[in-house]
Each structure stands twice: as C-alpha cells, then as structure tokens.
C-alpha cells in the first residue's frame, strides 16, 4: 500500500544511478505508516541497481535515535567506508573537524554517490550534524551526498537554521494514515507468512484493523494488536483467535502505552 511513495521515493533517488545528486527529501508521517519500511525498501532497490549498473552508489541508514550528535554521524558515515576494523574512526576523541575531512577524503576517494537516511531526525541534538551534511557537497570534489531525513514531528524544521530547512526540504513527502482497508489488506499479508490462517475468526482482521484506524491508522499498532492476540489465544490453550483475545491485547497494550507516557 506504498506503492506511490516507494515510486515517488525512489524517482529522487535514481539520478544517483547517473552519477548526479538526487534532491535532499524531508519525509514526515505519523507514527506507523510505513516511513522507516519504505526509505529501507527504496534503499535496497537502490544499492542491487546500482550494482546491475556497476554505479557507485552507497546508501547508509541511520537511526538518529540511538545515533544522535554530530560527531557520532559523521564518526557512522567514516566508518561505512572503512574495511579495516582497526582502522575505524573511535566513538569519541577525534576532534569533529578531522572526522568531516575523513567522510569527505573516503568518498572522494570512492568517487561515489551516497544516499544517506537519518531517520527520526527530530532526535538529534543539536542541527550542526544537518549543517555539515549540507554543506557537504560543496567541499566534494569527486562525489556527492543526499540526504533522506524522517520525521513524525512536523514542527520540526521550523527550528532548524533557515539553510539547513532548505536543503533538507528540496522534496517533501507525507505518509497519510492507512485506513481500515488497507490494514486489513497489510495483517492478512502477515497472516499468511505468520500464522496458520485457518485459526483466526473472521472478525479478528477487521476488529484489528478498525482500531488500529483509530490510532490514526498505525500499521505497528495492528500489527502487534494481531501478535498478541495471538499470544494470549496460545497462553489460554484456545484453538482460536477470537475478538474477545483482541480486546484483552487491546486493553494490554493500551496499558503499556500509559506506563511508558
Ligand atoms: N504497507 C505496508 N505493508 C506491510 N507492512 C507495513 C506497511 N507499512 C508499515 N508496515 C509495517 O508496520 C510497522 C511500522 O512501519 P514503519 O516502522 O515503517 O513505520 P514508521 O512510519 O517508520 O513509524 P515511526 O514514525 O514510529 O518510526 C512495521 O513493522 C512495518 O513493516
Ligand atoms: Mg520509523
């Protein structure tokens, strides 16, 4: 059911199988609607035709969560291009001067483009990370850089420097909710490589994909809603998956939630 961004997604990204820059894209989406799914699927495309095409093309994923100052992404993108462990670029103690000329020597080196995905970019602390990668392609002599950044905070950019908003923003996209029929369609697809499909009630889907809807059409949220229930069918010993398994994950999720808000 992303068919449209995934083609969307990956027109930007295919000058890179020229040689040229494709666009910096700014991605937001509420949570669950397949951002992360799409910008790793694109991705993948991206890398096998490129290696069809023998085009140096590169795509480096980072989750900005776990990955989140400016030293560390750059000290990421360094160590994509390094082989040798020992030789790897240290968690810390480089000066972050010394680690931007080591990224940009690498991939002049490579003569390469890099597709370079930060994803829940709103977790980053502070945006000098952001204004090197955009100042980045000025200071290439033999390759270049885009950036795909994700978000599901759409204030966002309005904080970050004027110059960095433009860069990052050259295309837009925006991941609408799924709705009710197509998280069935996405759980029966899961079903099917899961689950034996014979021991959920007809009603289960629907019910799963009805309140997933509600939460603002989470394909996570039903997912795990399908998980558990599962979970809670098997702990009980019942043949079945039945609404009244829906309802008990449900509540159990919801609870969980609350605990981590
Ligand atoms: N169209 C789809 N078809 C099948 N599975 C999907 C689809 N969209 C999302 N999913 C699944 O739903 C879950 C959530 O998707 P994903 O992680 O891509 O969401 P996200 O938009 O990145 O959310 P967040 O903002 O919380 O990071 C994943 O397990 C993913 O595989
Ligand atoms: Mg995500």
């Known amino acids: ?6 083609n969307d997604l990956a027109s930007v990204l295919v000058p890179a199988l020229r040689g040229e820059t494709p666009s910096n894209v ?3 989406g509420k949570t669950g609607t397949g951002k992360t799914a799409v910008a790793k699927f694109v991705g ?3 890398l096998k035709k490129g290696e069809e095409t023998k085009k140096n093309v590169n795509f480096i994923y980072i989750n900005c969560e776990v990955v989140d100052t400016q030293y560390r992404i750059l000290q990421n993108i360094a160590n994509h291009f390094i082989d040798e462990w020992n030789e790897h670029v240290p968690f810390t103690g480089w000066p972050t001067d010394e680690v931007y000329s080591k990224v940009k020597s690498m991939m002049d080196k490579e003569k ?3 597709v370079i ?4 970019i709103d977790k980053l602390k502070g945006d000098e990370a952001l204004y090197s990668l955009s100042r980045i392609n000025s200071d290439l002599e033999n390759a270049r850089v885009s950036v795909i950044g994700i978000s599901n905070d759409l204030k966002f950019t309005e904080f970050l420097d004027p110059r960095v908003k433009s860069s990052l923003g ?5 991941f609408y909710p799924y709705d009710a029929e197509q998280l069935q369609d996405i759980l029966r697809d ?4 899961a689950l034996k499909p014979d021991i959920i009630e007809g009603d289960v889907i629907p019910l799963c994909a009805a309140l997933s809807a509600q939460e603002h059409g989470d394909a996570r949220r039903a997912l795990d809603l399908l998980r558990v229930s599962a979970e809670l069918a098997e702990r009980s010993k019942s043949s079945k998956i039945t609404r009244n398994f829906v309802k008990k994950a449900q509540n159990k999720i919801s609870i969980k939630n609350e605990c981590i808000v």
């Open 190 to 193: 899961r079903v099917e490589t």
């Open 117 to 120: 995905v930060l994803d829940e």
């Open 112 to 114: 390469c483009v890099t």
């Open 26 to 28: 700014f991605i937001y």
């Open 170 to 174: 050259e295309e837009n996209m925006i």
């Open 44 to 46: 993948k495309e991206l």
């Open 1 to 6: 059911h992303r068919e449209r961004e995934i």
